[in-house]
């Protein structure tokens, strides 16, 4: 893939949900489409896209095949997956802009939300400690 295709669906800027999302997109499928290749109701597709769930193994086999592209790339973005969007039209720069800037806050949200996971794993051990 593409160096942009890298960054656009990288680990740093792109969620597993951006990676089906954009590989379906790319295929051509709307969500009812692939929904009902997958067998799986479209709430259930919306769900990974907007990652609050995410598919057992076999469905993610189903759907890596289904969208041509290796199922590490649906995991990590790293691997064989789909083409970066086309870029928009230079008229309107800002737009660029503002996905960037969104990117680069989702990726702080994710880093905040880990190192909030590990506190609370701390915060439980001492509670334990505290408590035995």
């Given amino acids: 893939m593409t160096d942009g295709a890298s960054d656009w669906y990288g680990p740093e800027t792109a969620t597993f949900g951006d990676r089906v ?12 489409q692939l929904a009902r290749l997958l067998g799986v109701k479209k709430s259930t597709l919306i769900g ?3 990652d609050i769930s995410e598919p057992r193994a076999n469905k993610l086999q189903m759907m890596a ?5 290796s199922i590490m790339w649906l995991l990590t973005g790293e691997g064989d997956g789909t083409a970066a969007p086309e870029e928009e039209d230079e008229a309107a720069p800002d737009y660029q802009a503002f996905l960037a800037e969104l990117r680069e806050i989702r990726a702080a949200m994710r880093a905040n939300a880990e190192r909030a996971a590990r506190l609370e794993k701390r915060m439980r051990q001492a509670l334990q400690e505290q408590g035995a």
């Fill in 65 to 69: 095949g289904l969208l041509n592209v």
């Fill in 48 to 50: 990974w896209e907007d």
């Fill in 21 to 32: 999302a954009g590989a379906r997109e790319a295929a051509g499928m709307t969500q009812s």
